[in-house]
C-alpha cells in the first residue's frame, strides 16, 4: 500500500525515506531533467546538480535518513513535513535531527519540477556545534530579551 493516495508524492515519499547512495543515479525518475532544488545551503537546477547534493550528502555524514511524518497534496503542489537523523562524521558524537518541511510542484509528467526545503539551520544545526553553538545560543537569549 503506497504511503500517500497521490502516485507521484508517494513515489517522492518512497525515494526519500529509502534512499541510498545507489539510488542517486534514479533521481531521474523522481525529478524533471531542469527541476530547481533549494535549502539552507543549496540552490541549484537540473538533475546532475540536485544528484550531486545528495552525493555530498552520503560522503559528508554516516547514517543520513529521512522520515516523512506528515504529507499534503493539492493539484501540483505538495507538501510534507519530515525529520532527516543522521551523525556528523566531524562534530559532535551521537545522532543528530533535523525537522523540516518540504513544499513541491509537480510537472505535467508527475515528476517534481519544483523542490523547497525549509527548516531553521541556526536551531537545527549550527546551535549544536561546540563554539559556533555558544555564540547562537548567546545570540538567541540576547534577541528574546
Same mark, same amino acid.
Request: no cysteine; net charge neutral.
Given at each position: 500500500m503506497?504511503?500517500?493516495?497521490?502516485?507521484?508524492?508517494?513515489?517522492?515519499? @518512497? $525515494?526519500?525515506?529509502? %534512499?541510498?547512495? *545507489?539510488?542517486?543515479?534514479?533521481?531521474?525518475?523522481?525529478? =524533471?531533467?531542469?527541476?530547481? +532544488?533549494?535549502?539552507?545551503?543549496?540552490?541549484?537546477?537540473?538533475?546532475?546538480?540536485?544528484?550531486?547534493?545528495?552525493?555530498?550528502m552520503?560522503?559528508s555524514?554516516?547514517?543520513?535518513?529521512?522520515?516523512v511524518?506528515?504529507?499534503?497534496?493539492?493539484?501540483?503542489?505538495?507538501?510534507?513535513?519530515? @525529520? $532527516?537523523?543522521?551523525? %556528523?562524521?566531524r *562534530?559532535?558524537?551521537?545522532?543528530?535531527?533535523?525537522?523540516? =518541511?518540504?513544499?513541491?510542484? +509537480?510537472?505535467?509528467?508527475?515528476?517534481?519540477?519544483?523542490?523547497?526545503?525549509?527548516?531553521?539551520?541556526?536551531?537545527?544545526?549550527?546551535?549544536?556545534?561546540?563554539?559556533?553553538?555558544?555564540?547562537?545560543?548567546?545570540?538567541k537569549?540576547?534577541?528574546?530579551?
Amino acid at each position: 500500500m503506497p504511503r500517500h493516495a497521490d502516485p507521484r508524492l508517494a513515489a517522492v515519499i @518512497d $525515494f526519500f525515506e529509502q %534512499l541510498q547512495p *545507489g539510488d542517486l543515479p534514479r533521481i531521474g525518475q523522481v525529478y =524533471a531533467a531542469d527541476a530547481f +532544488f533549494k535549502d539552507p545551503f543549496n540552490e541549484v537546477r537540473g538533475t546532475a546538480a540536485i544528484e550531486g547534493i545528495f552525493a555530498h550528502m552520503f560522503t559528508s555524514l554516516d547514517k543520513p535518513r529521512f522520515v516523512v511524518h506528515e504529507a499534503m497534496v493539492q493539484g501540483d503542489s505538495a507538501f510534507l513535513t519530515w @525529520d $532527516f537523523s543522521f551523525r %556528523l562524521r566531524r *562534530g559532535p558524537a551521537g545522532p543528530q535531527v533535523i525537522r523540516g =518541511a518540504t513544499q513541491l510542484r +509537480f510537472a505535467p509528467d508527475g515528476l517534481v519540477a519544483w523542490h523547497r526545503d525549509y527548516w531553521d539551520a541556526a536551531e537545527e544545526l549550527y546551535e549544536k556545534l561546540p563554539l559556533l553553538g555558544a555564540f547562537m545560543r548567546w545570540l538567541k537569549r540576547r534577541a528574546r530579551s
